[in-house]
């Protein structure tokens, strides 16, 4: 049975996501889609305000993945356009993606470069759907920022468990976390808006207060589930997944760069992010 925390939580996550998408006024806004609990409370927010969204979702050449499989059904049942996203799966594309990344959008950390490089190929099929379409002034919403409202990362369980708003708080404020930094300037290049919902002051004010159980028990991300119960009866959702983890193939794809000795000079890293850390030395230099 809810407690009055979580009532109160869902209730102003469902008030807070269709305001968000009201104030876009775009009656046919672009909503990223995956299996997870995030983007589907948008796409339902969406649904909720009056819209016909336009669902779009990624996975790599070669790679049919959990979450690419799970837009498909989705989309399906709610009828809704469905956009493929491929992601090439060529070394010599990624090399030339991730140097754009260092040096024109500044990324730094790990989680900067691949959950961003996605994004670079979904906001510029937006921009050539919309110019095919003739949808003006196109808008995306994605779902960054709610798994720091839910403590969603290995980190953010074990060492902020007993002060949840504590890492909420230091979360938001962090221009590394959420892409917060890159999303925006990326779908400027494309000619784009990009919306997080999940990442507004009201969207934070629902959760302060609330304890990591509060807000993943019984069931993980339960007032978000709690805030769109009826649509969620009709789906299948996955719990939280780093979208470049899993199936996906994307985090193997970036370890090639380990085997590149102009990437990994002498290939002294084992791992990827030294190679990040290099790249994000160099570019900080040039600036």
Same mark, same amino acid.
């Not at 909503?31 to 589907?40: A, E, K, Q, T, Y």
């Not at 030339?96 to 990324?107: G, T, W």
């Given at each position: 049975?809810?407690?009055?925390?979580?009532?109160?939580?869902?209730?102003?996550?469902?008030?807070? &996501?269709?305001?968000?998408?009201?104030?876009?006024?775009?009656?046919?806004?672009?909503?990223?889609?995956?299996?997870?609990?995030?983007? @589907?409370?948008?796409?339902?927010?969406?649904? #909720?305000?009056?819209?016909?969204?336009?669902?779009?979702?990624?996975?790599?050449?070669?790679? @049919?993945?959990?979450?690419?499989?799970?837009?498909?059904?989705?989309?399906? #049942?709610?009828?809704?356009?469905?956009?493929?996203?491929?992601?090439?799966?060529?070394?010599?594309? &990624?090399?030339?993606?991730?140097?754009?990344?260092? #040096?024109?959008?500044?990324?730094?950390?790990?989680?900067?470069? #691949?959950?961003?490089?996605?994004?670079?190929?979904?906001?510029?099929?937006?921009?050539?759907?919309?110019?095919? @379409?003739?949808?003006?002034?196109?808008?995306?919403?994605?779902?960054?920022?709610?798994?720091?409202?839910?403590?969603?990362?290995?980190?953010?369980?074990?060492?902020?468990?007993?002060?949840?708003?504590?890492?909420?708080?230091?979360?938001?404020?962090?221009?590394?976390?959420?892409?917060?930094?890159?999303?925006?300037?990326?779908?400027?290049?494309?000619?784009?808006?990009?919306?997080?919902?999940?990442?507004?002051?009201?969207?934070?004010?629902?959760?302060?207060?609330?304890?990591?159980?509060?807000?993943?028990?019984?069931?993980?991300?339960?007032?978000?589930?709690?805030?769109?119960?009826?649509?969620?009866?009709?789906?299948?959702?996955? @719990?939280?997944?780093?979208?470049?983890?899993?199936?996906?193939?994307?985090?193997?794809?970036?370890?090639?760069?380990?085997?590149?000795?102009?990437?990994?000079?002498? &290939?002294?890293?084992?791992?990827?992010?030294?190679?990040?850390?290099?790249?994000?030395?160099?570019?900080?230099?040039?600036?």
């Amino acid at each position: 049975m809810a407690n009055k925390r979580q009532e109160r939580c869902a209730s102003m996550i469902r008030e807070s &996501l269709i305001a968000e998408i009201k104030k876009a006024r775009s009656k046919q806004p672009y909503v990223f889609l995956s299996g997870g609990v995030d983007s @589907n409370c948008i796409l339902f927010a969406a649904l #909720e305000a009056g819209c016909r969204p336009i669902t779009l979702s990624f996975h790599m050449e070669g790679i @049919n993945s959990r979450d690419f499989r799970a837009a498909q059904t989705i989309a399906k #049942e709610f009828d809704l356009e469905l956009i493929e996203v491929v992601l090439p799966n060529s070394y010599e594309k &990624l090399k030339s993606d991730v140097l754009l990344m260092a #040096e024109r959008y500044k990324c730094v950390q790990k989680n900067e470069f #691949e959950c961003s490089w996605p994004m670079l190929y979904s906001f510029f099929r937006v921009r050539n759907h919309a110019r095919e @379409n003739g949808i003006k002034n196109p808008v995306t919403f994605t779902g960054q920022g709610a798994d720091l409202m839910y403590l969603s990362s290995k980190k953010a369980s074990i060492h902020y468990k007993d002060r949840p708003d504590v890492w909420r708080k230091e979360g938001r404020a962090n221009p590394h976390r959420t892409q917060g930094r890159i999303l925006p300037k990326m779908a400027q290049d494309a000619g784009i808006r990009n919306i997080k919902p999940w990442d507004s002051e009201e969207i934070l004010q629902a959760f302060l207060g609330t304890s990591w159980e509060d807000v993943n028990k019984p069931r993980q991300k339960e007032p978000s589930r709690m805030a769109f119960e009826d649509y969620f009866k009709r789906i299948r959702v996955f @719990n939280h997944q780093n979208f470049q983890l899993g199936d996906t193939g994307i985090a193997e794809h970036f370890e090639k760069l380990l085997e590149d000795s102009e990437m990994n000079p002498g &290939l002294k890293y084992k791992s990827v992010v030294g190679v990040y850390g290099e790249l994000a030395r160099a570019y900080q230099d040039k600036s």
